[in-house]
């Protein structure tokens, strides 16, 4: 993945993997209604991830799923503390 004049031009390794990846984050989101899903994605697309770790994306437990999300809160609420700061 790279940054092209601000844009992000992120590449599936695979085209099934993110239908794939939507369809389990759709189940989880059934369960857990307030989980945003574009933001999740949108937060995997920033990683520079191979082909093998795309992959098993779509596989994620509820587990790995819950402590990603809880990792992009914890990153955005120390984000908003350092602009307090300034």
């Given at each position: 993945?790279?940054?092209?004049?601000?844009q992000?031009?992120?590449?599936?390794?695979?085209?099934?993997?993110?239908?794939n990846?939507?369809r389990?984050?759709f189940?989880?989101k059934?369960?857990?209604?307030?989980?945003?899903l574009?933001?999740?994605?949108?937060?995997?697309t920033?990683?520079?991830a191979?082909?093998?770790?795309q992959r098993?994306?779509?596989?994620?437990k509820d587990?790995d799923i819950a402590k990603m999300?809880?990792l992009?809160?914890?990153v955005?609420s120390?984000?908003?503390?350092?602009?307090?700061?300034?």
């Amino acid at each position: 993945m790279s940054y092209i004049n601000g844009q992000n031009t992120f590449k599936w390794a695979e085209d099934w993997i993110e239908k794939n990846l939507r369809r389990r984050l759709f189940l989880y989101k059934r369960k857990y209604p307030l989980f945003n899903l574009e933001r999740f994605i949108e937060q995997l697309t920033r990683y520079e991830a191979d082909s093998k770790t795309q992959r098993w994306w779509p596989y994620m437990k509820d587990e790995d799923i819950a402590k990603m999300n809880k990792l992009r809160r914890k990153v955005a609420s120390y984000r908003r503390s350092a602009k307090r700061e300034d």
